[in-house]
């Protein structure tokens, strides 16, 4: 992708590259991250180890660790049971065990607890009976079982349970006389429906007489004439939903939940809040649709695998399993070596594909230099890796004019160069030709498309690299943005090189304006959105000025090696609004040196434009670049 090195830098890579090429390669590839944690469906970090992801994921709630490769939930700390209070409940209410469970609903009343694997209830402390003494009662004597009703009315005169299972008067300790008086004073209860007196009805003297007669009519309620106090209710308040209607209503928790009970995916509703669920716990939705209820979390998360866009979701609307689109992360290796590739794939989190150098043409008679290696695409696949080899011209343009030019010489290159890629079982092919002739336009063009037509015969997918440039200068080039964009799957937006090793003024490589305008271009040409990966460098150009501030050279440094060069050499840095990055200045040996800086937020500032143009994702010139620490952030930021 980058060719504009200076000799240093270029000398610097080749020796770390055969450095890397004799290293031992099992150890390089012991680094790879196969284990990501996530909270909810959100990913975090990845690690080399389970053990590793493990302990890193027991910091949080709701997190999971899942095998990269196959995206198999492999540990989580997911709660197994949910404690609710009047049909209300909260993350602190989760517990993994029952006991746990059950310990803490105890200290509450009117609760129930939800094995989240099952519908309705493992324990319920709901009240069974009620305790009055005359027509008055408190909220302290409500009572689950009968015998612990009783205890307490054995301290009160006059008193009286009502079971709240039939609302019926079903023991009191009233005397022969008590009773005699009750049934021998004024006639104070009533009957009411809806706030009425219900037509053909009596008013009552003892109580139960009129809680016994309330009993037969739908909806009534006993009230003091007197107080005007509502003394028993026989309202219809407990609703029974199916699919979110109502299907019937009772006036006692226990028979709406029995009814409750016959129904698939019902609930009972009391004041709004549901006191008992028939649903299962866990729905599968493909965008806002939903797909299908689970009892289990693994269930509805093999179900999801099968569709794209899809969620798991809690019955409170929590996902925990996602494979909507997020961005893609691919990374040019910028060598061929195997050590090389896994050192840099291992260093990354939350990659996608991987780009190794792997192809070059060499001759205009369509001769393929081939380096790829079969035992670093398994590796990569066994990582879920896909690897996207690229392809180059050794930016020559004299020959691949030649190139160009013959088609016998296209037609051996791409039978050679697809046959291969198809024996590696790749993902697809990734190409890099640079300093194509102008005048050669429509000729790329046309082989660009018969290479792309045999890949895709193969199943192979191709992408290519595309110049920033500018709109006003774009149909002068060799790459006719509009036409290759029907024929490739995947273009490559180069934004970089703003500035470059050639320029005549000191400037950012890619300065943020800059590279949100090349985006904006790209979408002009009516290239998909989905289709577009936006470059970023993991680089800087450094500038070198004399002291009448004339350009006298330049070079390049990779990012990780900027906070060691600063430190060095006490550059003192401004922000440059301009750019949307820090610029930063030292003096040395009577020279000025100026650079703007790649940093983690420069990086995730163009991640932020990849998303907000909604593009396919990324493109980081190159791999190796960077630092360590730099993937954490770009994994939370796909």
Same mark, same amino acid.
């Given at each position: 992708?980058?060719?504009?090195?200076?000799?240093?830098?270029?000398?610097?890579?080749?020796?770390?590259?055969?450095?890397?090429?004799?290293?031992?390669?099992?150890?390089?590839?012991?680094?790879?991250?196969?284990?990501?944690?996530?909270?909810?469906?959100?990913?975090?970090?990845?690690?080399?180890?389970?053990?590793?992801?493990?302990?890193?994921?027991?910091?949080?709630?709701?997190?999971?660790?899942?095998?990269?490769?196959?995206?198999?939930?492999?540990?989580?700390?997911?709660?197994?049971?949910?404690?609710?209070?009047?049909?209300?409940?909260?993350?602190?209410?989760?517990?993994?065990?029952?006991?746990?469970?059950?310990?803490?609903?105890?200290?509450?009343?009117?609760?129930?607890?939800?094995?989240?694997?099952?519908?309705?209830?493992?324990?319920?402390?709901?009240?069974?009976?009620?305790?009055?003494?005359?027509?008055?009662?408190?909220?302290?004597?409500? @009572?689950? %079982? +009968?015998?612990? /009703?009783? *205890?307490? =009315? !054995?301290? &009160? $005169? #006059?008193?009286?349970?009502?079971?709240?299972?039939?609302?019926?008067?079903?023991?009191?300790?009233?005397?022969?006389?008590?009773?005699?008086?009750?049934?021998?004073?004024?006639?104070?209860?009533?009957?009411?429906?809806?706030?009425?007196?219900?037509?053909?009805?009596?008013?009552?003297?003892?109580?139960?007489?009129?809680?016994?007669?309330?009993?037969?009519?739908?909806?009534?309620?006993?009230?003091?004439?007197?107080?005007?106090?509502?003394?028993?209710?026989?309202?219809?308040?407990?609703?029974?939903?199916?699919?979110?209607?109502?299907?019937?209503? @009772?006036? %006692? +928790?226990?028979? /709406?939940? *029995?009814? =409750? !009970?016959? &129904? $698939? #995916?019902?609930?009972?509703?009391?004041?709004?809040?549901?006191?008992?669920?028939?649903?299962?716990?866990?729905?599968?939705?493909?965008?806002e649709k939903k797909l299908k209820h689970f009892t289990t979390r693994q269930a509805a998360v093999d179900?999801?695998?099968?569709?794209?866009?899809?969620?798991?979701?809690?019955?409170?609307?929590?996902?925990?399993?996602?494979?909507?689109?997020?961005?893609?992360?691919?990374?040019?290796?910028?060598?061929?070596?195997?050590?090389?590739?896994?050192?840099?794939?291992?260093?990354?989190?939350?990659?996608?594909?991987?780009?190794?150098?792997?192809?070059?043409?060499?001759?205009?008679?369509?001769?393929?230099?081939?380096?790829?290696?079969?035992?670093?695409?398994?590796?990569?696949?066994?990582?879920?890796?896909?690897?996207?080899?690229?392809?180059?011209?050794?930016?020559?343009?004299?020959?691949?004019?030649?190139?160009?030019?013959?088609?016998?010489?296209?037609?051996?290159?791409?039978?050679?160069?697809?046959?291969?890629?198809?024996?590696?079982?790749?993902?697809?092919?990734?190409?890099?030709?640079?300093?194509?002739?102008?005048?050669?336009?429509?000729?790329?063009?046309?082989?660009?498309?018969?290479?792309?037509?045999?890949?895709?015969?193969?199943?192979?997918?191709?992408?290519?690299?595309?110049?920033?440039?500018?709109?006003?200068?774009?149909?002068?080039?060799?790459?006719?943005?509009?036409?290759?964009?029907?024929?490739?799957?995947?273009?490559?937006?180069?934004?970089y090189d703003e500035h470059w090793s050639g320029s005549?003024?000191?400037?950012?490589?890619?300065?943020?304006?800059?590279?949100?305008?090349?985006?904006?271009?790209?979408?002009?040409?009516?290239?998909?959105?989905?289709?577009?990966?936006?470059?970023?460098?993991?680089?800087?150009?450094?500038?070198?000025?004399?002291?009448?501030?004339?350009?006298?050279?330049?070079?390049?440094?990779?990012?990780?090696?900027?906070?060691?060069?600063?430190?060095?050499?006490?550059?003192?840095?401004?922000?440059?609004?301009?750019?949307?990055?820090?610029?930063?200045?030292?003096?040395?040996?009577?020279?000025?040196?100026?650079?703007?800086?790649?940093?983690?937020?420069?990086?995730?500032?163009?991640?932020?434009?990849?998303?907000?143009?909604?593009?396919?994702?990324?493109?980081?010139?190159?791999?190796?670049?960077?630092?360590?620490?730099?993937?954490?952030?770009?994994?939370?930021?796909?």
């Amino acid at each position: 992708m980058k060719k504009r090195w200076s000799l240093l830098l270029a000398l610097t890579i080749i020796i770390q590259s055969f450095a890397a090429m004799y290293a031992p390669q099992a150890s390089a590839a012991s680094k790879m991250t196969q284990y990501r944690v996530y909270q909810n469906d959100k990913a975090l970090k990845e690690f080399s180890t389970e053990a590793e992801a493990v302990r890193y994921a027991k910091q949080f709630n709701y997190s999971h660790v899942e095998k990269i490769a196959s995206r198999s939930w492999v540990w989580d700390n997911f709660p197994r049971y949910k404690v609710y209070q009047n049909g209300k409940s909260s993350s602190k209410w989760d517990f993994q065990t029952y006991n746990d469970a059950l310990a803490f609903a105890k200290t509450l009343s009117n609760v129930h607890i939800r094995d989240l694997n099952s519908i309705g209830w493992v324990y319920s402390s709901y009240p069974q009976y009620q305790l009055y003494q005359g027509d008055k009662s408190l909220a302290g004597w409500s @009572f689950i %079982t +009968l015998d612990a /009703a009783k *205890k307490e =009315a !054995k301290k &009160w $005169a #006059n008193a009286h349970i009502i079971d709240l299972n039939t609302n019926s008067w079903i023991w009191d300790n009233l005397t022969d006389a008590q009773r005699k008086a009750q049934k021998e004073a004024a006639a104070v209860y009533e009957i009411i429906v809806n706030g009425v007196k219900a037509p053909d009805t009596k008013a009552y003297s003892f109580l139960k007489d009129a809680i016994d007669a309330s009993l037969k009519i739908a909806n009534s309620e006993v009230r003091n004439a007197k107080s005007k106090a509502i003394i028993h209710s026989n309202k219809a308040s407990y609703k029974v939903l199916q699919n979110g209607k109502q299907i019937f209503e @009772f006036a %006692t +928790l226990q028979q /709406a939940v *029995k009814d =409750a !009970k016959r &129904w $698939a #995916n019902s609930e009972v509703v009391f004041e709004g809040n549901v006191l008992w669920s028939g649903y299962p716990y866990y729905t599968v939705y493909q965008g806002e649709k939903k797909l299908k209820h689970f009892t289990t979390r693994q269930a509805a998360v093999d179900y999801a695998k099968g569709y794209s866009n899809s969620t798991a979701r809690t019955l409170d609307e929590r996902i925990i399993w996602s494979n909507i689109k997020s961005l893609i992360y691919l990374g040019w290796n910028g060598s061929s070596a195997a050590a090389t590739i896994h050192n840099h794939v291992a260093n990354t989190q939350g990659l996608n594909i991987d780009s190794p150098t792997w192809f070059e043409l060499t001759k205009a008679d369509g001769t393929l230099k081939d380096s790829s290696d079969p035992a670093v695409v398994k590796a990569l696949h066994d990582k879920g890796v896909l690897v996207m080899p690229l392809i180059h011209n050794q930016f020559d343009r004299t020959m691949t004019s030649e190139f160009l030019a013959n088609s016998e010489a296209q037609k051996k290159f791409i039978t050679a160069l697809v046959n291969r890629l198809a024996a590696l079982g790749v993902y697809g092919v990734n190409i890099d030709f640079e300093e194509v002739s102008g005048k050669d336009r429509k000729a790329y063009t046309a082989f660009v498309t018969k290479l792309a037509e045999a890949a895709h015969a193969k199943k192979l997918k191709v992408s290519i690299d595309l110049p920033r440039g500018s709109v006003s200068w774009n149909h002068l080039t060799a790459y006719d943005h509009a036409a290759l964009a029907p024929v490739v799957d995947m273009i490559m937006i180069m934004a970089y090189d703003e500035h470059w090793s050639g320029s005549d003024k000191a400037g950012s490589v890619a300065s943020l304006p800059w590279v949100e305008e090349g985006i904006k271009q790209f979408l002009d040409y009516g290239i998909p959105r989905d289709k577009l990966m936006l470059g970023i460098p993991f680089y800087v150009r450094e500038w070198r000025l004399d002291s009448t501030g004339k350009l006298v050279d330049n070079r390049a440094i990779i990012m990780k090696e900027l906070p060691k060069l600063i430190a060095e050499t006490g550059a003192s840095k401004i922000y440059d609004a301009a750019a949307g990055q820090y610029k930063y200045s030292y003096v040395k040996n009577g020279h000025t040196h100026l650079f703007w800086a790649e940093t983690e937020d420069t990086v995730l500032a163009r991640i932020n434009l990849a998303k907000k143009y909604d593009l396919a994702g990324v493109a980081a010139w190159r791999l190796g670049y960077e630092s360590n620490e730099l993937w954490t952030k770009m994994l939370r930021a796909k």
